[in-house]
């Protein structure tokens, strides 16, 4: 079933219609308990299990979240959070419900604000949560923010999916403006003309190489990049604890995360056959 959002997500400022009316119009269906959100296509933007609207969902999204892995527990809810692109809100919801965290959204198109608030439980702004409706390119060039993000989320898409919509080294630069000094930022690499090797070498030219790491692609093919503001290695035993403590405490599947979680050059491999299963899921869907 498909609740189409026409009429019931409206722009939240008059002076940004004329851009709205370029946006393309949001969706939601229901597959059983799961609940995902559409921008004008069959592809999937996000998703929500109605039961559990807190936990997340999604194998990549859940993933988004590897910068715990370098975080003492105890000083999570001290931090502050960051996601640029809301999608169904996931990250928003699990940093502001589940971790407690100080939580800033930045998302362009009103009508998936509107429909988040409507169909996807996320809460209303507050003192702890925030979503500012603004073009994340320019919106993360303000002083304000800068210095001010522990962990940043980046999943920027169009509604085709085709390929991040922000992927240059000058917007990478500004991402790391954001960080503090043990600050991270995770990054979703997604689409059927992505190339895996030139957003890394994006990152890597404002992160600098031994700063990125990468989880090897999921069976969908996405593959989730992390980059530290300030580098800082896990050998393989503090991996597996680190995991086994993330998923102790907040409940995300971290068991196979050691096996798949490996420095960004590592990932190299294995996009290749990410993106040959993108490729047929493109060809299968035009049909």
């Known amino acids: 079933m498909i ?5 019931g997500a409206k722009p939240a400022q008059d002076k940004n219609a004329a851009s709205v009316q370029e946006l393309p119009e949001v969706s939601v269906s229901d597959d059983g308990d799961i609940r995902y959100l559409h921008l004008g296509t069959p592809w999937v ?18 993933r988004m979240m590897g910068w715990l892995l370098f975080t003492d527990p105890a000083s999570v809810p001290e931090k502050h959070a960051m996601q640029l692109g809301l999608g169904a809100a996931a990250i928003t919801k699990f ?25 996807f439980k996320l809460p209303p702004d507050s003192s702890t949560l925030k979503v500012v409706l603004a073009d994340a390119a320019l919106e993360i060039k303000k002083s304000e923010w800068h210095g001010s993000v522990d962990a940043l989320a980046v999943d920027l898409y169009d509604h085709e999916a085709a390929a991040p919509v922000l992927d240059s080294a000058e917007f990478y630069a500004d991402c790391r403006n954001l960080l503090t000094e043990d600050g991270i930022m995770t990054v979703n690499l997604f689409g059927r003309s992505s190339s895996f090797d030139k957003s ?28 530290q ?36 050059r590592d990932a190299e491999a294995g996009t290749k056959t990410a993106k040959a299963k993108v490729a047929r899921i493109s060809r299968t869907k035009a049909e």
Not at 201 to 214: I, K, R, T, V, Y
């Open 3 to 7: 609740r189409k959002t026409r009429g």
């Open 45 to 62: 933007q996000g998703s929500m299990r109605i039961r559990d609207p807190f936990d997340i969902d999604l194998e990549y999204v859940q």
């Open 95 to 119: 940093c502001h419900k589940k971790l407690r965290m100080k939580t800033t959204a930045i998302e362009l198109n009103p009508q998936v604000l509107a429909v988040c608030r409507s169909w």
């Open 200 to 227: 890394l070498d994006q990152m890597a030219q404002a992160f600098g190489e031994d700063a990125l790491w990468a989880f090897r692609p999921t069976r969908e093919g996405n593959t989730v990049v992390l980059a």
């Open 229 to 264: 503001r300030t580098p800082r290695m896990l050998d393989s035993a503090e991996l597996e604890a680190a995991c086994d403590q993330v998923q102790a405490r907040w409940d995300l599947p971290t068991l196979r995360w050691s096996k798949v979680f490996v420095p960004a």
